[in-house]
């Protein structure tokens, strides 16, 4: 018999048997994950805003945390390093251009929620929240994409219009 046919009448069997898995068995490793264990990973932000912390910083704040933090990797005033830049080229006219942070992502909420889960390399989730708005200030600032003195924080970060916004196809809409 070939395992095609095989497995589901392996399966009718067990089940006719009464063979079945509980919910809930387990081979006993590991601990239960309590609610604050959860909560300390538990830091998704939205698109629309929704999660995003308490804090707030400046651009000013964020060019002295950019320079001890983040520099190293991604270049003076965020025009490329060892790692990409994360300033300059215009919204991509093509898909082989250069991606910085105003010409390929869409959100800024994103962006905030990439720099607070995975920077500054090799030391993720090392930046405070305060930090983390400050270092989005100072990389808008950058781009153009807001003022010098604004202040970003949960209200203000979620309404940066990002240039590239409306240009993400959806390649499969009828998944959604």
């Given at each position: 018999m070939s395992m095609r046919k095989a497995l589901?009448?392996?399966?009718?069997?067990?089940?006719?048997?009464?063979?079945?898995a509980v919910a809930g068995d387990s081979p006993g490793l590991g601990k239960p994950i309590s609610e604050q264990d959860l909560k300390t990973w538990d830091i998704?932000?939205?698109s629309d805003g929704t999660n995003l912390p308490p804090g707030?910083?400046?651009?000013?704040?964020?060019?002295?945390?950019?320079?001890e933090q983040c520099g190293a990797c991604h270049g003076e005033s965020g025009k490329?390093?060892?790692?990409?830049?994360?300033?300059?080229?215009?919204p991509l006219a093509d898909i082989d251009a250069r991606k910085t942070?105003?010409?390929?992502?869409?959100?800024?909420?994103?962006?905030?929620?990439?720099?607070?889960r995975a920077m500054p390399?090799?030391?993720?989730?090392?930046?405070?929240?305060?930090?983390?708005?400050?270092?989005?200030?100072?990389?808008?600032?950058?781009?153009?994409?807001?003022g010098e003195n604004d202040v970003m924080n949960a209200e203000t970060l979620p309404k940066v219009k990002m240039p590239n916004r409306?240009?993400?196809?959806?390649?499969?809409p009828e998944r959604l």
């Open positions: 589901p009448a392996a399966m009718m069997l067990l089940a006719a048997l009464g063979l079945r998704t932000v939205l707030s910083g400046t651009a000013a704040q964020g060019a002295k945390i950019y320079a490329g390093g060892v790692n990409a830049a994360l300033v300059g080229s215009p942070i105003a010409n390929f992502w869409g959100y800024p909420t994103t962006v905030f929620d990439y720099i607070r390399w090799p030391n993720p989730r090392t930046l405070s929240n305060d930090d983390v708005y400050a270092l989005c200030a100072y990389i808008f600032s950058l781009n153009k994409l807001s409306d240009n993400f196809i959806i390649k499969f």
